[in-house]
């Protein structure tokens, strides 16, 4: 079995329900060892939709990479996310963010995630579950990218109203 690192996002319909919802779906193909708490953050890139709540799962898997990304793009299919432009609002977003300690460049998959070193709401919850996991590319960890991210609230603990 090999770890593995995914950071989920919704920004559409109730984003909490939609985070448990992936989270369960997660269940039926991986062996999820660990949920981080819930952050909101503020969409980056294009800033004209909803805020973000994001969550980062540990599980372990006897998947390829390429197998995983398939399997986590039907539960974003089932779950409801529709084809749309890049960095949109979406109701489910699951990334691998490390698979083990490999490093992975094709056309359809880079692991580890290319943005996650500039992106406070993939590393504030990855340094709770995971903060010394060290990127196989840079062999920097978690709570080391974390660190050097000025967050200034851009992230911050998701506490329901």
């Known amino acids: 079995m090999t770890p593995v690192l995914l950071g989920l996002g919704s920004n559409l319909g109730d984003r909490a329900v939609n ?12 062996n999820v060892t660990a949920v981080s708490p819930i952050y909101e953050s503020d969409p980056m890139y294009e800033t004209e939709q909803p805020c973000f709540l994001n969550l980062v799962a540990a599980a372990e898997t006897a998947m390829t990479p390429a197998a995983l990304l398939d399997a986590l793009k039907r539960l974003e299919t089932r779950l409801g996310r529709l084809p749309t432009r890049v960095n949109g609002p979406r109701v489910i977003d699951i990334d691998i963010l490390f698979y083990g300690d490999r490093v992975v460049r094709t056309e359809a998959l880079s692991i580890p995630h290319p943005g996650m070193a500039e992106r406070a ?14 990127c196989p590319a840079t062999g920097r960890r978690v709570r080391e990218m974390l660190a050097a991210l000025r967050l200034d609230g851009a992230v911050r603990r998701y506490a329901p109203a």
């Not at 985070?19 to 991986?30: E, M, S, T, V």
């Not at 709401?121 to 060290?134: G, T």
């Open 19 to 30: 985070l448990q919802a992936a989270i369960n779906g997660l269940k039926r193909f991986l």
């Open 121 to 134: 709401f993939v590393l504030a919850p990855a340094s709770d579950i995971a903060p010394d996991w060290p």
